[in-house]
Structure formats: C-alpha cells, structure tokens
C-alpha cells in the first residue's frame, strides 16, 4: 500500500466507531503539549489504541499483517510518535544537549513509526513521497510568493507585539543566529514528515480527507503551542496546518509542502532575530 491508500472514498464516513480511537489519540495532543499533563496524554493514547483494536475485532479486521487498513495499527502508530515527543520538553533551546535531545526524540517519532509500518505490520502505509505529483503548477510558484508575502506582513506583528517571540532564546551573536536558522528549518521539515505524512496520511486511510486533515491539525496545532507558537498563534498555526494538508492532497509532493513551509519558517527566522535585536537594521515594518 502507498501513503495514499486508503479505504475508498464511498466507503469512509466520518460518524463510524473508528472515530472514537482516532479522536483519542488526537485530543492526546493538547494534553501533552498544551496543558502538559503527561500522565494524562500517555492514558488518552493506551485507550486509542485499546479502542482501536475494539472496533477491529467488532469489524472482523485483523490486527496483524491485514490488507484491510486497520484502525488499531493505525492510531498505534501515530500514538507512538506522540509518546516518543512527549519525553523530552519542547521550549526552544539551542545549546548542543538540546539539539541532540530534539534529534533523537523527534527522528524517532518519525522514525520507529516508519519502521514498524514497513517491517511490522508490513501494510507500507507511510511513505515519504519526496518527487511525486510532477512539474509544479503556475498556482503552486504563485502560493510560494504568497507565503512569504503573508509571513512577511502577519509574523512580525504577531511575534512582537504579543511578546512570544520570548519563548525562543536571546539570538545575539552569529553562533547562536546560525543554531536558530538551523533549529527552525529541522523541525519545520519534520513537522511535516510526523503531522502530514505520518498522522494525516494514517488517518484518511479511515476517514474522509476534510476529516483525517482537521484531527492532524489538532495533533499540529498542539506541538507548535508548546514549542513557542501561544497567545493567539493557533489563529494562524489551525488555518497553516489545514492548508498543508490540503497541499499535500493537491500536489501529492512532500517536496513541495516542505518547500512552503521552509519559506515560512525563513521568515519567522528573521522575525525572532529582529526581535531579539531590534537595535539592528531590518527589513520588517514593525
């Protein structure tokens, strides 16, 4: 089975019992990232899982090795992932202990996930589709512009007169610059390994497209709370999360979704260093 693969379109609803364990291990989210009470999240996914393999048996679905997708392998997968994250914090740092904590907790929620799909379950349910969808379209260079034009006009104002900008550390010297160029460009492109290709493409195997992609967003949305993204930032994370998913259906490109957000990220780049030095000459308005 390709990342895509899912039950067909006829066939997926979103008011089915598969809703029960896909809505647990998403609203696990918020309670390891949001509201940080791990024990909590960690209880939220044992009964996604524990759920899953309810509806399963009930539908005659196997949880091992089937063709069927399965609801159970699927929500344990991006459970997984979400335990791995929620072992280490998430405030930005960027000294070396930190870089090497952020590598391994989140290549590995990527990572084992992968590993147990393919050579586990053996249903090849995530992949990394980094050249698919062909020659991009004139609407996919024209929303490249788009986002950097509205990055450029909405971040500065949100980073700064909301006071996050607080959340990532004092970037005053060319080390520290260049580990925050660095920091903010990794975890933007696993952002979309883990968020879009990992928990939406898993969970509209079952569900709707409109569906999988506003309970990834809710997984999305919580990550990037703790990571520094507060105040009224879901005001902007929700509506960027969903259009990743929607660009990822359209374009079928990982390449190019991690193309926009990369852009975006650059500008968030320069509005933390502006921020933290606002003594120095800058592009931004604000």
């Not at 998403?26 to 509201?35: E, H, S, T, Y």
């Not at 070396?96 to 904590?101: K, L």
């Not at 990822?248 to 957000?261: D, I, Q």
Request: proline fraction near 5%; hydrophobic fraction near 55%; aromatic fraction near 16%.
């Amino acid at each position: 089975m390709t990342a895509h693969t899912a039950v067909p379109v006829r066939e997926r609803s979103t008011w089915t019992p598969k809703l029960v364990p896909a809505l647990l291990v998403c609203l696990a989210a918020p309670a390891l990232f949001v509201v940080q009470i791990v024990w909590l999240g960690w209880i939220l996914l044992a009964l996604a899982v524990a759920s899953g393999i309810l509806v399963d048996r009930r539908a005659g679905v196997a949880l091992a090795r089937g063709e069927e997708p399965s609801i159970a392998r699927d929500v344990s997968l991006v459970a997984i992932g979400q335990f791995i994250v929620s072992l280490i914090p998430l405030h930005a740092e960027l000294d070396n202990a930190a870089f090497v904590r952020f590598t391994l907790a989140l290549g590995g929620a990527v990572v084992v996930p992968y590993v147990i799909s393919r050579f586990v379950y053996r249903d090849y349910a995530i992949r990394f589709p980094w050249r698919g969808g062909g020659r991009w379209t004139w609407w996919q260079w024209a929303w490249l512009g788009g986002v950097i034009v509205l990055g450029y006009l909405i971040l500065p104002f949100y980073f700064i007169t909301s006071g996050v900008y607080r959340n990532w550390p004092e970037v005053t010297t060319p080390e520290l610059i260049a580990r925050l160029f660095v920091g903010v460009g990794a975890v933007g492109i696993w952002d979309e390994l883990f968020f879009i290709c990992t928990v939406f493409v898993l969970l509209r195997r079952h569900f709707p497209d409109l569906t999988a992609n506003l309970l990834q967003a809710v997984v999305f949305v919580s990550f990037l709370w703790e990571l520094g993204y507060q105040s009224w930032g879901p005001l902007l994370t929700i509506p960027f999360a969903i259009v990743q998913g929607f660009l990822f259906l359209k374009t079928r490109s990982l390449w190019y979704v991690v193309t926009v957000h990369l852009l975006f990220d650059a500008v968030v780049f320069g509005v933390l260093v502006h921020a933290h030095n606002p003594g120095a000459a800058s592009i931004f308005l604000i």
